[in-house]
């Protein structure tokens, strides 16, 4: 390059990449980079550029065998290739430093393609039965081991064929009947293995299978019904054809006191079916002394009639007779217990209920009356088709 002085001497003419620049006075070297010293024994300016020694003609590439980021460089431009997302699958993310990938939801199966088994080792924790959507059968050859019975909802029959070996009746639990179907003739059920369920319940076949007929209540009798799914059923007892026979018993004393209102006793109490007629027998044991002494009655059903006959005997040996309803009047001794019989023939309505022995002060005293454990009431239904 080359340049004239103001001096009239030669010099440099300084040019850009080959466009001449402008002739000055002065060449001023600017820039952190560049140093400029005086060679006087040369009579010359030396420049130092330190800024290196020029671009390097850079690559890029990817490694491994996946798929890469990087692409080819144009001239100074070093592309990469953008990472997308799936819509309501995987979620991306970024700031100024991080790119985060997460799970949106679900993986459908229909993305996986696995040729291997899913190991515990490659789950960090458990797979929940509720992401997955199972539209075929799991086969044994689809799994490394066995599946855990709680992590099974069955909607549907579990056939022999579904199974290598057998099921532990443990991991049963069954809310319908067990038909014949169901089991294989030469297989058995041993009753220690079924559920015991409630006390009393019984197991009855309807023809087809087996079906559970809960326990009755007290006293009541099983009695056929073809009506019925089971062809039984718990019935008061008498309603069917055999000896309709209801006892009560006291079972312990039970003391009153200035009290001449008859009242039902808790101990002394049958039920009596609607439309039947009954004997009834009594015994009594009792004490009071003469001032109050003792009185007693019996209460039936509503529309019942009845006829009762105490133990206090007329001179020609025929007992006293009266309504059921009717107190009977007894005389005390004080501290001595006395024992009555009674008889009662009672023609019950349409109504069902309960027959009560009453009794109370026939008087009200302060003294205590009391009735004796042990004293007992039998009622037998009469109105039979006896057979013997």
Request: with cysteine.
């Amino acid at each position: 390059m080359s340049a004239s002085g103001n001096q009239g001497g030669s010099g440099h003419v300084i040019e850009d990449e080959g466009t001449p620049l402008t002739e000055r006075k002065k060449l001023n070297f600017v820039g952190a980079g560049v140093v400029v010293t005086d060679d006087a024994g040369d009579d010359a300016s030396d420049v130092t550029i330190t800024g290196g020694a020029g671009g390097e003609a850079n690559t890029t590439s990817n490694v491994g065998t996946g798929e890469g980021l990087a692409k080819a460089k144009v001239v100074v431009d070093l592309p990469f290739k953008s990472v997308l997302g799936t819509a309501g699958e995987i979620l991306i993310t970024g700031n100024v430093n991080d790119l985060t990938l997460s799970f949106n939801g679900l993986i459908a199966y229909a993305k996986l393609n696995l040729t291997g088994a899913i190991l515990n080792a490659d789950l960090a924790g458990s797979i929940a039965y509720s992401k997955l959507s199972l539209t075929g059968a799991i086969l044994n050859a689809d799994l490394a081991g066995s599946i855990a019975y709680a992590k099974l909802i069955l909607t549907g029959a579990v056939l022999n064929a579904d199974l290598a070996g057998s099921i532990a009746y443990a991991k049963l639990i069954l809310t319908n009947s067990i038909v014949n179907g169901d089991i294989s003739a030469s297989a058995l059920i041993l009753l220690s293995k079924l559920e015991a369920g409630t006390k009393g319940d019984l197991g009855i076949s309807n023809g087809t299978n087996f079906i559970k007929v809960a326990v009755g209540t007290n006293n009541q009798v099983l009695t056929a019904d073809s009506a019925e799914a089971s062809g039984i059923k718990w019935a008061t007892g008498g309603g069917g054809g055999g000896i309709n026979i209801l006892v009560a018993v006291k079972t312990a004393d039970e003391t009153i006191n200035s009290d001449a209102t008859l009242t039902d006793d808790t101990d002394l109490q049958v039920e009596l079916l609607a439309s039947k007629t009954y004997a009834i027998f009594g015994f009594i044991y009792w004490e009071s002394p003469t001032a109050p002494d003792f009185k007693y009655a019996l209460s039936a059903p509503a529309g019942a009639t009845g006829l009762k006959s105490s133990g206090n005997w007329t001179a020609s040996g025929n007992a006293t007779q009266s309504d059921h309803t009717t107190s009977q009047f007894l005389t005390g001794v004080a501290g001595s217990t006395r024992c009555t019989p009674f008889m009662v023939t009672i023609r019950n309505s349409t109504t069902a209920g309960t027959l009560a022995f009453q009794w109370a002060q026939n008087t009200i005293n302060v003294a205590d009356t009391i009735l004796r454990i042990n004293s007992w009431m039998v009622a037998i239904q009469i109105d039979w088709n006896w057979k013997l």
